[in-house]
């Protein structure tokens, strides 16, 4: 099944956004970003702490792979993913091909998908 598709937010390269909307992150299905090298991935942490998101990776020519793990995420904590190597997070096939796919080992993380607009 295909990770559900997030509505990316565009963002000009030199400015700023009045505000993110965050949204809950699928933690059945995960969630993915287009795999163009300018879209990235804002999490929030919500209750507790640990939460824990993973950036899956693809094999390269070289098939090396190294899926991304992000660990503890506390509540109100932000962090960002950013799969600035498309070579190796971008699906090569099935129903998410050409996009960046993010998994979640729970829904209490909060994300927001940001795109530069150049």
């Known amino acids: 099944m295909a ?5 990316v ?3 000009p390269l030199f400015g700023q956004i009045a505000a993110l909307t965050f949204t809950t992150v699928d933690d059945v299905n ?3 970003i287009p795999g163009d090298g300018k879209t990235f991935l ?3 942490g919500l209750v507790g702490g640990g939460h824990i998101a993973t950036m899956t990776s693809v094999a390269d020519e070289n098939g090396r792979t190294g899926d991304i793990v992000t660990a503890a995420i506390a509540e109100d904590e932000i962090m960002i993913l950013y799969p600035s190597r498309g070579d190796i997070f971008k699906q090569k096939s099935g129903d998410d091909k ?3 796919v993010f998994t979640y080992d729970g829904a209490n993380i909060q994300q927001v998908a940001v795109q530069y607009k150049l």
């Open 3 to 7: 990770a559900t598709a997030l509505v």
């Open 9 to 11: 937010t565009t963002m």
């Open 30 to 32: 995960g969630n993915s």
């Open 42 to 44: 804002v999490l929030r």
């Open 98 to 100: 050409g996009k960046v």
